[in-house]
Structures are given as C-alpha cells and as structure tokens.
C-alpha cells in the first residue's frame, strides 16, 4: 500500500526531528501551553469560590447574547443578571 509507506516516512521524519528539540527544551511538553492558556480564562473566574465575572469591557450573556459587565455563574455558563436564576 501506498499510504503506509507514506505515513511510516513520515512518522520516522518526526521521531528524527523532534529527538533534538526534546534535549534542548528538557521536559516541558506541548501539554504546558495548553494549560497555560486554560488558566487563562479560569484565573479570574475562579468556578469553585467566585459566583460571577467580571468583564470592563462587557461580554457577551452565554443564555440571550446580551453585553454585560457582569456576568453570574450558572450551569457551567455565564449569563447576564436577567438570565440568572436566583
Ligand atoms: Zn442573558
């Protein structure tokens, strides 16, 4: 088969190439960026302990679409303050 020919080339082409980059770098993996930029939405929510955000520039009701600077906790979701059920 044609293809398995190309993919083992191709998988052998990325061992050999990432084998440097490896020693070079240590151990941190491609892992750590996605992490990064995970946190970066998490740190000002704080899910566990914060029951809303807030955005200085608004953003966007995750239930009617409504701009608001504050936005509550609900079902995972952030929605306006009309949304929130209390
Ligand atoms: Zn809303």
Redesign the pocket.
């Known amino acids: 088969m044609a293809e398995d020919v190309s993919l083992d080339e191709f998988l052998h082409d990325d061992e050999s190439a990432e084998a440097p980059a490896e020693d070079s770098t240590g151990s941190e993996p491609t892992s750590d960026d996605g992490t990064a930029t995970d946190r970066g939405e998490s740190d000002d929510i704080e899910p566990a302990t914060t029951t809303y955000a807030w955005s200085g520039d608004g953003a966007a ?6 701009v ?1 600077e504050r ?1 509550w906790q609900q079902d995972g979701s952030l ?6 059920e209390w």
């Not at 929605?79 to 929130?84: F, L």
């Open positions: 009701c995750a239930a009617c679409g409504t608001v936005r929605v306006c303050s009309a949304c929130k």
